[in-house]
């Protein structure tokens, strides 16, 4: 299911991320990989707030759609 999809609250592991080579270095440069953990904080406006790792991080609705767990 896509990041922005998943409920609040819960814990999730990175299954797959549909975005293109320039995205996925993005994300990688933020700490989200395939088999990340990470934590649906809220969602606000569109943009969901996540905890990745040590660090809380807003990513917009568009690249979390892209963000498989």
């Given at each position: 299911?896509?990041?922005?999809?998943?409920?609040?609250?819960?814990?999730?592991?990175?299954?797959?991320?549909?975005?293109?080579?320039?995205?996925?270095?993005?994300?990688?440069?933020?700490?989200?990989t395939i088999g990340?953990?990470?934590?649906?904080?809220?969602?606000?406006?569109?943009?969901?707030?996540i905890r990745v790792r040590d660090g809380?991080?807003?990513?917009?609705?568009?690249?979390?759609?892209?963000?498989?767990?």
């Amino acid at each position: 299911m896509p990041l922005p999809i998943a409920p609040v609250g819960e814990g999730f592991t990175v299954k797959k991320i549909v975005a293109d080579e320039r995205n996925k270095r993005h994300l990688e440069n933020l700490g989200i990989t395939i088999g990340t953990g990470l934590t649906v904080l809220s969602q606000v406006g569109g943009n969901v707030i996540i905890r990745v790792r040590d660090g809380r991080l807003a990513i917009d609705r568009s690249l979390a759609m892209k963000i498989l767990v």
